[in-house]
């Protein structure tokens, strides 16, 4: 067995020769990782015969342990990319989102960008998409225009 130090230079090398296999655009670029993946996409490389995730290998040693229960959401939508700083931890029962990643959401459901014009912040907490809304009145309205006679 390795004493504590020699492991501690171990894990260090590891980062290295992880970066290594990376291609890296610059410190706040994506790094795209260019060795193994997993079915899902994510590179994943073996560590004492641990399948390991890349970007999460590489968050714990450069940013903060990782709880199990704790995921990784990548920012950047690039699957590959192990920049620590383009993906956020998220906590949550479902694989793919908590409160962290709905915030992570560019788009509202209907694909509409959630750029600061266009993003309504109701004091319940959230965001609405200002042309979902426009629409939903618009429909709202043109309906009460529709049946607004057969109303008592
Ligand atoms: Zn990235
Ligand atoms: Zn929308």
Redesign the pocket.
Known sequence: MLRQNERGNETAMLVEDILQQATIFGDNACWIWNGPVSEKGYGRIQIDGRKVLVHRFVYEKLKRPLMSIEGLHHKCKIKRCINPNHVEPFISDHPDGGPAFQRAKTH?P?G?EYTELNTYRPPSGGRI?R??RRKKDEIRNAKGRNHGKKRT
Do not use: F
């Open positions: 509202c209907n509409h998409c042309i979902c």
